[in-house]
Structure formats: C-alpha cells, structure tokens
C-alpha cells in the first residue's frame, strides 16, 4: 500500500513528499483541545475548527489515502513512530488523540496516553480515557478509565443522534473485542448526558454488541445518585432499530373502583416485521384484566393490528353486580390479486362491560359496535365490492337490549358515467345482491299497563336491486344544466309483520320507482381583491345551485324491512336550493413556509375536541404522517367556507310514508341532514348550515346548525374549535339537540322538550418529548342534567434521558360509573416506562 508523508510547516504551507514507507506530520505546537474546559467527549471542543491535521487528513482522502498521522514531534524506529504531543492519528472514518502514542504501521497498533480519546467508526463512538491501546485496522483495543458514547455524532455546538438507541458508559477497564462489541468492568450506562447522569446502571461487568443490546450484570439502578433498585441481570437496547423480546417494567395505579391496580406485560419482537405484547393487571377490589396486541406490517401496502382486552371481575354491590367481558378489534388490509382487502372487526360482549372499563369517556359511551370487511376493485371506471358487516346498537345495559343489522354477505357493482356513443348523454349503474338479517328486542311502553311488542327478527333475507341511470349534462355561458333519470328496482324476499311486531313475513315485496332529477347552477359569482391583506391575495366565491326531484312508485314503504340506506327511498316531490360561499387566500411570498409549529414536535394536534378518540391505526406509522405537511412557493387555501340549504316539499306526506308522532327518517332527509325532523306532514325542511373556518394550520373551526322555521327553533348546533400555536392548544366544543315536539310529548309524556346539551373543553402546553413541563386537561360537561361527566388532566416532566407523566382522570357514567383514578409513568429514555399510563389512552 503506497503510505505518504505530509509535512505541515509552522506557517500552515503543506508539502507532499512521496515517501512510500512513512505517513506522519509535524505540526506546530498548540494547546491540547481535551484540556480545554468544555471539551466534549471527543476531546477536541465541538464548535472548534478543524484543525491543520484534519485538513490534512481529508485532502489525503481525496486522493484516496487511509492513513494520516499528525504530530508535534516524532521518532522513526522502522515500523514504529513514538509520537509526541497533539498526536493525531486518522485512519478510516476513526480519529485518534493523545498526548503521547507509539504507532506502528505495519499492525496499525497504536498505544497511546495522557487524553486518550478515540472517535468515529460506523456506531460514531467516542472513547475518553487516560491511556489504551487500539488496533486501527481490525477495531479492537483495551482502555482505562474510560468515559465514552456511542450512537452520536457532534457537529459544530449540536449533537446529533445515529441510532435510536444512544448511550453512554463509563467503566475502569474497557475492552473491544470486535468493531461492535464492548466489555465494560466496573462500570455505568446510561442514556444520559454525563458527567452527572439523571439515571444510571452502576455494574460489574457490561456485555454491548452495538445493533443488539447491553447485558448487564449484577447492577444497581441509581436515581440522582441513589440507589432505587438492584438487578442481577438487565438488557438495555442498543441497536439501530431497538426492538427487543423481554418483561415489560411493572404498572402500579390507583382507582376508588378498581382499587390499587399492579400490572406486567411481556414484549415479543418476533422479527422485523411482527410483535407482540402479553399482559395483565390486578385490581385489588375488583379481579383482574388481560390485554393482548399483535401488529405486523407484511409489506408497505398491508398490515395487521389485533388487540385484546378482558376483565374478570369479582363484582361490586350485594349481591355482587359482575361487569367483566371481553373486547376484542382487528384492524387490517393488504392487497390480494389486484383487490384492496379491509377488514375492521370489533367484538364487544355486552355494552355494561364498555361502560365500566374502559378508559377512554368518548369510547366508553359509544353503544354502536362495527365490524366489516371488503374486497374491493376499480377497473375502467367500474366498481366491484364484496362487502360484509353487522352491526350491533345497545339500547341499554341490559343483556339482550340490543339491535343488530347483519350483511352476510353483499355483492356490489357499479360504474361511474360513461358518455353512450358519441352523444351528449351519459349512463351509469349501481347493482347489489345482498343477504341481510334484522333483529330487535322487545319494547315496553311506560305507564300504569305497559304495553310491549313481540321481538322483530328476520331470516336470511335476500335483496337484489339494480338501479340504472342515464343523464344529459349541459353547460352553456357558465350555467350547468343537467336532467337526470334514474330506475330503482329492488326485490325483497321477506317484508314486515302486518301487526308491526314480532317475526318477519316470507312473502316477497318488489319496489319499482321512477326518478328524475334535474340540477340547475348558475354561473358562480367570484371576486378577486387586488390589495393584499396580511401577505395573501384574497379570493371569495359564491356557488348557488337548484334541484327539483320527483321519485314515484313506492308504495308499500311501511311493509319494508329497514337496512341501509337502499331501504328508505320514498316517493317525493321536491325542489332543494343553497349555495356555497367560499374565501380562498393565496400565500405571495416565495418563502418556504415555518414548519416548526406544525409537527408533533412542537404541538398536541392529538389533543383536539370533536376528534375521533383513537383505537388502533396502522402499526409503527410515524406521527408525522397524521401531521400538517408545509408547502414552498405560493399556497392557496381554502380559509371559509359556508353552506347554506333548504328543501321544499311538495308532497308532505312522502306518497304516504310519513308516520306522525314519531321520528321519520328517508332517504330525501338523510341528504339534507343526518338530525331526523320530519314528525308530521310538513313542506319546509330546516335552513341546513355548514360553516368551517381554516385560516391557517394551527387554526380549525366548524359550526354545523340546523334551524327550524316550522318549529322556530333550533334542531341542532354543534360548534367545534381548535388553535395550535407554538407549545399551546387549546380546543372548545359544544352540542345541542332538541327532540321534535310532537315525537317528545307522545313518546314520553312530556310538557316540555328534551334537550341534548354538552360542553367540551381542552387545554394543553408543550408536548409529550419536550425537555421541561407539559401538561394537559380536558372535560366534559352535561348542560342539562349539570353533571360534569369526565375530568382528565395530565403532566409531564422531562429531563434530558428520563421523565415523569402523572395523570388524574375522573368518570361520572349515569348509574354505572364513578371513578377516580390516578395513574403515573416513570419513563427512561431507550429503555422503557414504569407505570400505569398506555400510549393510546394519554391526552398527548
């Protein structure tokens, strides 16, 4: 191998001299950077410049040289150079520094003393001992008293992290073995910054393989220089990708139900691509839990995510009342021979077992239960899905109070519109074959003689329907015009009860409507204001639209049995009007826009009001994916948008659909508003207004009402807000719905109406990783009954490799539920967390 010599002269002049059997250098004298105070662990200061050797050294590289060696003076004895002062010694990606070293480059031995320091290497480490010995070339040596890292790189004033699993060790004696493997006698590890670690492991003896974990042996954890815990063994995770099988840390809580709460679990990484975690708890007035979670991801476009939980309880009350079930939900999807497969199943034993134990309020209260799946394909426009499903509403905590609607299963086709030929018209089509099942529990009316009705179920019906449609779009001068007309042919092989109770009837029942629609839009009225306002161009847009429909034909709509949304078309006559009002604002500046607010890093955009409460989602799916994304260059975004929409009826009777005194849901409501209104013949819908406001992506509001004319009153408001704004979030919401009068006073005997009011508030600072404080609370609050149904408030503390999260929570759930409970996490950076606070179940 061709070796040069380089000579650095005291004025910086380098000169290159072909000397095939040396590599050295003699540099000037200077201070040696690992006694200057705040040198980092490298020994040299990580804001200093580089100095003459390392210039040296890459200039070398770029010719294609390994070795350089840097010295204020030297000795040659054949092979072997005695170096002395500010020796460097750069071979590979690893530097070498001391204060004296004798260098042999034939073995690339090196022994060096007096600020030994070793950096670099493909795990970045960093070695600091007051002498050792090292093999350049085959990466192996032994160190004294030793302070090192490992799985960190220093850049400038900044550290920057290599693996997700960092570390820090000290030890008396250090010996590598291989280029990943590490002895450490006597020692400490830690993922903290030293010299004074928050936590550390004090050990005898510390076996690493870098990219497997650390085995620790006979060792106490130490707690601000206390000793907390011994072990006679323990891992700590030092890979790249640190997923290792082990027992999770135990959980400790406390809960006035519950009791006191101890938990384990044990973690399995079955491999790179599955794992998955066992455990229980026991309540120590209650009985005890099990949770269970599988996750794989087979491939980039498919995982899986199973999870368990049942209690086994002991009851509460004399007699015992027992609450214990079981909850079981598999999450998955994957592609299958050009077919998208979801499957979303969830399985709950009984409504009274949700409302008991689990942790989340907005899940707990939930009475529906879903579960589906789908093989679904597009090709050319065209539609095929397999689809099966049931579903289940809990009408109270009583067993068997439940209904249930089963697809068992559905065959779907359809197609978007296709022109016919060369002409101006358009055709498309929506077929189904499906095998449905209904059942219903027995109701009771209240008063003095309560009357009840037998229990409603069917067989396995079957229902066919096809629904071609052909329509004529036409635009001319900016107005769109477009006729419509549609078949509905639908065949049913059972029908309802003629009592309107107990099982269904097997007698087929056949639907044939005729619909025609025709949808007329004006030219959109927009303005473009020149004057910029706070540095964007301001667009507004007004979009009214007109529909008339005419649908006839149905005329045995109470002898249908109700499904889905194919089951309650009725014969109508209508015409529906709105518009769409829209403010756009376009970003002028060119430049790219701040993102650092925008990510989980800097905000609880978990924390929001009216947000879905999370389940499971896709496993090992980055948070940032759920995150607003920034955009460079001008960005236009939609800031308001306002929607306004009425119906007018001119059949209030819906050809004879209608039933009075109850609440009627068909398909022409169901479009407008998802709030059933219709109790009694009537012509004018409630004014439907949708109004959101985004004025940026800290910013989201939405205020959705629908307001009666008939009644002069409101049927329904919700209004949802949400700001994330650096560190801070804060969210508002508030619903209310009002019972039909009519459907109010018959069906509860009522003089006034009942009125559905609650409020719900949340509060947030910092973030779940942020070094320092962070805390959050939310609530929830019943305006009618003055009942404030769940506090949660979380906080957390983190320093620089550890943290503390405690949590209150408090549930108020009608006469089932009252509970406060504490929980708390202790949390170690790359190893783990002791306590009691689940990552789905915190407020951030």
């Avoid at 206390?226 to 840390?249: C, D, M, N, W």
């Avoid at 009851?315 to 050009?338: C, F, H």
């Avoid at 209508?574 to 009002?581: I, K, L, S």
């Avoid at 109850?662 to 169901?670: E, K, L």
Wanted: charged content about 20%; proline content about 6%; aromatic content about 12%.
């Amino acid at each position: 191998m061709t070796r040069n010599r380089i000579l650095i002269t005291a004025a910086m002049l380098c000169h290159l001299l072909l000397v095939p059997p040396l590599v050295t250098s003699q540099l000037p004298p200077a201070n040696n950077p690992s006694t200057t105070p705040g040198a980092g662990i490298s020994g040299k200061k990580p804001d200093a410049p580089p100095t003459p050797c390392e210039l040296a050294a890459a200039a070398q590289k770029e010719k294609g040289e390994v070795n350089t060696i840097c010295a204020i003076q030297q000795e040659e004895q054949g092979e072997i150079y005695k170096l002395h002062g500010a020796v460097e010694i750069h071979y590979g990606s690893f530097i070498l520094r001391a204060d004296e070293a004798t260098y042999n480059s034939d073995t690339k031995e090196a022994t060096a003393e007096g600020h030994f320091a070793l950096d670099g290497g493909p795990n970045d480490d960093h070695i600091r001992a007051s002498h050792g010995s090292y093999n350049l070339e085959l990466e192996t040596g032994h160190f004294y008293d030793v302070t090192g890292t490992t799985g960190l790189r220093f850049r400038a004033n900044k550290v920057i992290l290599t693996s997700t699993a960092p570390f820090a060790f000290t030890g008396k004696v250090v010996e590598k073995t291989s280029p990943d493997h590490y002895l450490v006698y006597d020692g400490t590890i830690t993922t903290c910054e030293l010299p004074h670690p928050k936590w550390q492991f004090d050990a005898r003896k510390v076996i690493v393989d870098v990219g497997g974990n650390a085995k620790i042996f006979h060792s106490t954890f130490m707690l601000h220089g206390l000793p907390i815990l011994y072990f006679p063994f323990a891992t700590h995770p030092v890979e790249k990708e640190s997923r290792q099988s082990g027992f999770l840390i135990p959980s400790v809580a406390r809960s006035s139900s519950k009791g006191n709460v101890i938990g384990a679990a044990y973690y399995w990484a079955i491999n790179r691509m599955m794992d998955a975690t066992l455990g229980a708890e026991y309540f120590s007035q209650r009985g005890w839990s099990q949770r269970g979670d599988f996750r794989a991801m087979p491939s980039e476009t498919s995982y899986v995510d199973l999870s368990y939980f049942g209690v086994i309880d002991r009851g509460i009350g004399t007699p015992p009342l027992k609450e214990g079930g079981e909850n079981v939900r598999l999450n998955s999807a994957g592609n299958l021979d050009g077919f998208r497969a979801v499957a979303n199943v969830d399985y709950l034993s009984s409504f009274l077992f949700r409302l008991a134990f689990n942790e989340v309020f907005s899940q707990a209260v939930y009475s529906e239960v879903k579960s589906q799946g789908f093989l679904s394909r597009s090709m050319n426009g065209y539609n095929v899905n397999g689809f099966a499903e049931l579903y289940q509403d809990y009408l109270s905590t009583t067993p068997g109070q439940v209904i249930k609607i089963e697809h068992v299963p559905s065959l779907d086709f359809s197609s978007v519109d296709h022109q016919v030929g060369h002409s101006p018209f358009y055709w498309s089509f929506d077929a189904s074959a499906a095998g449905l099942s209904r059942s219903e529990p027995q109701e009771c009316s209240s008063g003095l003689v309560p009357v009840c009705t037998l229990p409603f179920r069917t067989g396995l019906l079957g229902r066919f329907a096809l629904s071609p449609d052909i329509s004529l779009p036409l635009v001319f001068r900016g107005w769109s015009f477009r006729p419509e007309l549609t078949l509905h042919d639908t065949y049913y092989t059972e029908r309802e009860p003629p009592t309107g109770s107990g099982p269904a009837v097997s007698d087929p029942i056949n639907h044939r409507a005729l619909e025609t629609a025709v949808e007329l839009r004006p030219p959109a009225l927009e303005r473009v204001f020149d004057k910029e306002f706070l540095g964007r161009k301001w667009k507004h847009v007004i979009e009214p639209r007109v529909v008339y429909r005419f649908v006839t034909g149905i005329n045995d709509f109470a002898n249908t049995v109700k499904f889905d949304e194919r089951d309650i078309l009725t014969d109508t006559h209508e015409v529906e009007y709105g518009f769409v009002t829209r403010l756009y604002a376009k970003r002028t500046s060119q430049k790219p826009q701040d993102c650092k607010d925008l990510t989980s890093e800097a905000a609880m955009f978990g924390l929001t009001v009216g947000g879905a409460a999370p389940e499971s989602g896709v496993p090992w799916l980055h948070p940032k994916a759920a995150n607003p994304l920034c955009q460079e260059g001008p960005q236009v975004r939609e800031v308001v948008t306002w929607e306004l929409a009425q119906k007018y009826f001119l059949d209030p009777t819906f050809g004879g659909a209608l039933v009075s005194g109850q609440r009627n849901m068909f398909t022409t409501t169901s479009d407008l508003t998802g709030i059933a209104f219709v109790t009694e013949p009537r012509h004018l819908s409630p004014l439907i207004s949708r109004l959101r406001v985004e004025t940026s992506e800290h910013t989201d509001a939405e205020w959705d009402l629908d307001y009666d004319f008939q009644g002069n009153s409101v049927n329904a408001s919700t209004l949802l807000a949400n700001y994330h704004i650096g560190p801070v979030t804060v969210g508002g919401g508030d619903a209310i719905l009002n019972l039909p009068a009519q459907t109010a006073r018959s069906s509860a005997g009522l003089s006034t109406l009942p009125r559905f009011n609650q409020f719900r508030a949340a509060v947030g600072y910092g973030r779940a990783a942020k070094r320092g404080f962070s805390g959050a609370s939310s609530f929830g609050f019943d305006a009618e009954s003055k009942l404030l149904q769940f506090v949660a408030a979380q906080t957390t503390y983190n320093w620089d490799c550890c943290g503390v999260t405690a949590e209150y929570r408090s549930y108020s759930i009608a006469n089932v539920r009252h509970e406060n409970l504490f929980r708390f996490t202790f949390t170690l950076a790359n190893i783990g967390g002791f306590g009691s606070l689940r990552r789905q179940e915190r407020l951030y």
